[in-house]
């Protein structure tokens, strides 16, 4: 399937963690219990973070267990709870809908796969030895971050809070 | 040695999975999940870029750092909005929420 393919522990444990993502991603659409899917979805995110791990960003691979599988996960169970989370997923009668959307869907992943694999884009060669060696990659962000990403830096807190303020204020009840 | 494609295919792979939920499901929860599959599946590509790209650069990292950010700043505006909704009408099903449909 791949040109080149070499059998490492690196590409061993990138199949793996790969098989591991896209089984909890196919458990996520397929589980009955919206509560399931939702601890599915913390699967997908830890092993996103390892895949982070392999491509050397380990500040945001812990960003990301942080971020994503600690708090984003915890507030979406808060959510179900919250909601009605006992009804399940009734299984569709069939109809148009779903057969289109997986059509649409297959047909978007069908082209993306054509264009990284067949379409004859010369990719980079990947480098052997890494472009950030010795140095240390929580500096590196830090570095960039104050000094040439400053006023996106700023605006991104202002989003946040915003956002956070936002939240809020739609879900506070309104007291008349 | 791990090449650039291979993390690409993951990426669409996982894209494909977000899309096909966020078309499908009909849980209003599980509709933000697909999409926050979709951010994700983005950001891979972005870090491998960073990491394999032509010109290798902790830009990519930076740019993901926001891209993260503002995922859990939509999630925490949509888990409201979802409360809010549920509140006034008592469901989770995205077929039930066509207040706005024209």
Redesign the interface.
Known sequence: MFSGFELTGQSIAFFLISLFVIACGVLLLNLKKVIYSALAIGGVFIGVAAIYIMLEAEFLAFTQILVYAGAITIMLLFAIMLTRHDEIEMQTSITAHPVWSALGVIGLGGLILYVIKFSGIRWPEPLRESPFQGQDNVKMIGESLFSQYVIPFELVSVVLIVAVVGAITLANKEEN | ??????????A??????????A?????I??V???I??ML?AV??NL??F?????M????G??F???A??????????G??????L??NR???DVRDQDLMKW
């Open positions: 040695m791990l090449s650039v494609e291979q993390f690409l295919t993951l669409a792979i996982l894209f494909s999975i977000g899309l096909y939920g078309l499908t499901k009909r849980n929860i599980i933000l999940v697909s926050e599959l994700n950001n891979i870090l491998t960073a990491r394999y790209g032509l290798p650069a902790i830009s990292q930076v993901t750092l926001f993260m950010t503002i995922a859990a700043a939509e999630v925490a505006v888990l409201a909005i979802l409360i809010a549920y509140r008592n469901t989770s």
